[in-house]
């Protein structure tokens, strides 16, 4: 079983950045694919990002290609998620989810989830 806790969020001006963490217990994070979603207030909760569990392979939402990187550092059981030019359709809660098949976007595919951190971006 894996827990997972995210921090790094915030509210930040349109334009801005923020760096997400979300840390994960247990021995074996590596072997876990990582993915973040997020979810706005009235909205489905959506996929934003996902890595592989060796970080060779990653994955994006159309909206955040070019703006958002995901990684990993598995001797630290962590997963990270920088995020630059932040938008206000950007605001939502940011989950940090882990399954077991990498390259998949739906909620479904993940087993554990964080408890999320709010972004908030203003403009």
């Known amino acids: 079983q894996v827990q997972l806790v995210e921090s790094g969020g915030g509210l930040v001006q349109a334009g801005g950045s923020l760096r997400l963490s979300c840390a994960a217990s247990?021995?074996?994070?590596?072997?876990?694919?990582m993915a973040w979603f997020h979810q706005a207030p009235g909205k489905e909760r959506d996929f934003v990002a996902g890595?592989?569990?060796?970080?060779?392979?990653?994955y994006y939402a159309d909206s955040v290609k070019g703006r958002f990187t995901i990684s990993r550092d598995n001797a630290k059981n962590t997963v990270y998620l920088q995020m630059n030019s932040l938008k206000p359709g950007d605001t939502a809660v940011y989950y940090c989810?882990?399954?077991?098949?990498?390259?998949?976007?739906?909620?479904?595919?993940?087993?554990?989830w964080g408890q999320g951190t709010q972004v908030t971006v203003s403009s």
């Open positions: 989810a882990a399954g077991f098949v990498g390259g998949r976007t739906s909620m479904g595919d993940y087993r554990y």
């Open positions: 247990g021995r074996t994070f590596s072997s876990y694919a």
């Open positions: 890595i592989a569990w060796d970080g060779r392979g990653t």
